[in-house]
């Protein structure tokens, strides 16, 4: 895959994973609590779909990150490899978004930029 | 470009029983997002609005379900030393995956010292970008 389509999709999650990471916080921490205590629905309501539109596309972006950047789909141990699972999972999980997103950077993304030719700041390769 | 005659096709590994397994928990799934989104469906013609969005989003997931199941079979039946279990511990090998991805394959979560920095590591990185500049600002030999 090519340096700049790999840097499109990858940037395309990022955004995605900071939405829908940002959309659930607020819909957890501020839009349940909201409705338990004050009976007021407006945050659910709103925050909480469009929260699920955005989950939509970040699934479909972050399944697509996954296959750019080599996450592996198969395990020869559990098969369904938890990696990708997580990956597209974290976009429900409150603060974990963040989390999952820092992980699959430096394990993956950093390592298939290089790889592409996309700018060699983390891991120069001296020839 | 001729082929030896495989001794069993490589798409044997999908009746291997923890595939079949898997299978099953896949159509499960499938049919369990489709009744979610049956269910939103009737709350919504019910008067409540929000349902609307879930039950759009429900079949969505299903279909997306079924395309990540089959993905996975496909990478799989196209590795070429797939088809057969004994083949499969060269499995994480064949697909060329980056050395961490089959260290620990049955963890539930990242481990903590893949999610935190590694302070060893970016120093490293430090110095290799530091050696990069420096071979760079004396230019090509």
Redo the contacts between chains.
Sequence with gaps: MHAQSLRLVVGAYRGLAWLTGVGIITVFFIGIPLQIWAHNLFIV?YV??AH??LY?IY??VA?AMT?AV?V????????????TV?V?AAGTVPVLTF??E??VS???IA?ALAAAGGA?????V?R | MSRLAPPVSRWRFVIEPRWIAWHLFAVVAVIGMLWLGDWQLHRALGGNALSWAYTFEWPVFAVFGVVFWAKTILDQGKLPEAGTSTAQGSTAAGLGLPGTASRRPAAGAPDEDEVEDDPELDEYNAYLGRLNRQAQARGPR
């Design positions: 309501k909480g779909t699920g539109i939509i699934l479909v399944f296959r080599g592996p789909l198969f395990s020869p141990v559990t098969i369904v490899n938890w990696r997580i597209l989390y999952v820092r992980w430096r394990q993956y390592p060699p700041r983390e891991h120069p001296l």
